[in-house]
């Protein structure tokens, strides 16, 4: 069975830092992108920064020059490194990858439980 677990979430004031971390485990063949995603109470879920198995990200507007996102194809994780947070970041981060599992001929959508990111004062 495929697993993403995260950790790394919590509070922080305005202009503090937080790093997040997502681990993949089972019976993996594969993985392609791997990202993260936030969704803040009565929105959308968006996308924060997503990386290939290249290397190549992608950010979303609100948060460039503020996180990076980084991976190790060898550990199957991927980091998000937080800068400068804001109160407008809070939300539920969750980690997504899409892998083939060892049995499948395709890949997957997989999602975290999901960390709280509080930034307050």
């Known amino acids: 069975q495929v697993q993403l677990v995260e950790s790394g979430g919590g509070l922080v004031q305005p202009g503090e830092s937080l790093r997040l971390s997502c681990a993949a485990s089972g019976r993996i063949l594969s993985i392609n992108a791997m990202g993260w995603y936030r969704q803040a109470p009565g929105k959308q879920r968006e996308l924060v920064a997503v990386?290939?198995?290249?290397?190549?990200?992608n950010y979303a507007d609100s948060v460039k020059g503020r996180f990076t996102i980084s991976r190790d194809n060898a550990k199957n994780t991927v980091d998000l490194e937080m800068h400068s947070l804001k109160p407008e970041d809070t939300a539920v981060y969750y980690c997504?990858?899409?892998?083939?599992?060892?049995?499948?001929?395709?890949?997957?959508?997989?999602w975290g439980q999901g960390t709280q990111v509080t930034v307050s004062s």
């Open positions: 990386t290939d198995s290249s290397g190549s990200t």
């Open positions: 997504n990858a899409k892998i083939r599992p060892g049995f499948a001929r395709r890949e997957f959508d997989y």
